[in-house]
């Protein structure tokens, strides 16, 4: 099983960021799916949900009406749009799989500075 996600990097205040999770080795389509992410210091947080068909999502009260979670079924992968960025986004973002055995992806840093 692998989990492998892209897409982060350094934007300003108010940017813009597409992240990626490309998931193998396991029926993608059959598992919700998550976003998490840690702060410097901090515990992981859960970010957005998305059940297995796409069709049901979730957000965590402090990206609501900023971040869009979404699935591409045919292509085993899933996105995090992120668009109205803080400095306070800033941290690592983890891909789950969600149930069990809830597979992690190893993350990928998001800064947001000017």
């Known amino acids: 099983v692998q989990l492998v996600e892209s897409g982060g990097g350094l934007v300003q205040p108010g940017g813009s960021l597409r992240l990626s999770c490309a998931a193998s080795?396991?029926?993608?389509?059959?598992?919700?799916m998550n976003w998490y992410r840690q702060a410097l210091g901090k515990e992981r947080e859960l970010v957005a949900g998305?059940?297995?068909?796409?069709?049901?999502?979730h957000y965590s009260d402090s990206v609501k009406g900023r971040f869009t979670i979404s699935r591409d079924n045919a292509k085993n992968t899933l996105f995090l749009q992120m668009n109205s960025l803080k400095p306070e986004d800033t941290a690592v973002y983890y891909c789950?799989?969600?149930?069990?055995?809830?597979?992690w992806g190893q993350g990928t840093q998001v800064t947001v500075s000017s």
């Open positions: 080795g396991f029926t993608f389509s059959a598992y919700a």
């Open positions: 789950k799989q969600g149930g069990r055995p809830g597979y």
């Open positions: 998305i059940n297995s068909a796409g069709t049901n999502t």
